[in-house]
């Protein structure tokens, strides 16, 4: 945990450093991730896939390998982090709902029911 200690300090804010950031780093070094290739925006993405459980895992213990964490930051509408500008053309500090969708296998409304449609 020492070494995933020293990659979060390398890679995050100061204020950045926690527990939970040093832990994603181990999560992330346990799924594939080389330490020299980790950088701040696959760590704050990879939080975000452990956080929702995307990828197969429940919420709190998604799998942040190298390849997933990719195809969400390759999301035209995802940013890692929340700006003004970002904000501006549309993308969001968050998976996308469609991208979501795709990862879980849900497909809609959580809330329909089937059987909708036009009347």
Request: avoid cysteine; charged fraction near 20%; glycine fraction near 14%.
């Amino acid at each position: 945990m020492l070494g995933s200690a020293a990659i979060a300090s390398k890679v995050m804010q100061p204020q950045e450093v926690t527990m939970e950031s040093v832990q994603i780093v181990q999560q992330m070094v346990d799924a594939g991730w080389s330490p020299k290739n980790i950088t701040r925006p696959d760590v704050l993405t990879s939080q975000m896939i452990v956080q929702t459980g995307a990828f197969g895992g429940a919420p709190g213990y998604g799998y942040p390998d190298p390849q997933h964490v990719r195809q969400v930051r390759q999301h035209p509408n995802f940013v890692p982090e929340y700006t003004r500008g970002a904000a501006a053309r549309g993308a969001i500090a968050q998976i996308p709902a469609d991208l979501m969708d795709a990862l879980t296998g849900g497909g809609g409304d959580r809330n329909d029911r089937g059987g909708g449609g036009r009347r």
